[in-house]
Nanobody, 122 residues
Framework: QVHLVESGGGLVQAGGSLRLSCAAS????????MAWFRQAPGKEREFVSA????????DYADTVKGRFTISRDNAKNTVFLQMNSLKPEDTAIYYC???????????????WGQGTQVTVSS
């Protein structure tokens, strides 16, 4: 059974930065894609970023490209999301997820964390 635990969320002013972490356990971490999704109040959950098992391939939603950076430390079974130049529209619950294959689609991800709240004030 895979267990994902996010941390690092909080309240930040517009223009600020946060670094999210997601610690994984349960199966060989480096064999799986990891992704971040987010869900704002009243909106559907949306793709933010994904990274390959080896960490050499990353993908970003257009809304965060150039501001967010995904990375992973396979020795520590952890994936990170560095978020810079935050905007109020980045406010959401951020979830990490794990998949055997690359995808931007929610239903392709087998395991999910419980989420961490990010609030950006204007």
């Amino acid at each position: 059974q895979v267990h994902l635990v996010e941390s690092g969320g909080g309240l930040v002013q517009a223009g600020g930065s946060l670094r999210l972490s997601c610690a994984a356990s349960g199966r060989t971490f480096s064999s799986y894609y990891m992704a971040w999704f987010r869900q704002a109040p009243g909106k559907e959950r949306e793709f933010v970023s994904a990274i390959s098992g080896g960490g050499n391939v990353a993908d970003y939603a257009d809304t965060v490209k150039g501001r967010f950076t995904i990375s992973r430390d396979n020795a520590k079974n952890t994936v990170f999301l560095q978020m810079n130049s935050l905007k109020p529209e980045d406010t959401a619950i951020y979830y990490c997820a794990q998949s055997r294959y690359y995808s931007r689609q929610i239903n392709h991800y087998e395991y999910w964390g419980q989420g961490t709240q990010v609030t950006v004030s204007s």
